[in-house]
């Protein structure tokens, strides 16, 4: 089993910056072979993919040059840090894990476990 728990979420200014954080645990989890992923969903919307990694990353063409994931296996945490917020970005934002590793999965049903979300507002 594993467990995600998302930090780091506001309320900030468009044009602002907000970093995002996930701790991962688990009895038997070994952080390093997971993809992590963020996902974001907006009220009335479907959630979607926002940014992945493994030993690559990648990106919603909405946020490249704005957000940039990384992580620490020494620590099991992810990051998002997200630059140049816009009003669209406001959504709940997710922390994903999935064990598969050949590729970074960019839709919810690769990703097996799932935090519970901190919220993003972004006001104009």
């Known amino acids: 089993q594993v467990q995600l728990v998302e930090s780091g979420g506001g309320l900030v200014q468009a044009g602002g910056s907000l970093r995002l954080s996930c701790a991962a645990s688990g009895r038997t989890f070994t952080f390093s072979g997971y993809t992590m992923g963020w996902f974001r969903q907006a009220p009335g919307k479907e959630r979607e993919f926002v940014a992945g990694?493994?030993?690559?990353?990648d990106y919603a063409d909405s946020v490249k040059g704005r957000f940039t994931i990384s992580r620490e296996n020494a620590k099991n945490m992810v990051y998002l840090l997200m630059n140049s917020l816009q009003s669209e970005d406001t959504a709940v934002y997710y922390c994903a894990a999935s064990t598969g590793r050949l590729r970074v999965g960019k839709t919810a049903l690769e990703y097996g476990y799932w935090g519970q979300g901190t919220q993003v507002s972004v006001s104009s």
């Open positions: 990694i493994n030993w690559r990353t």
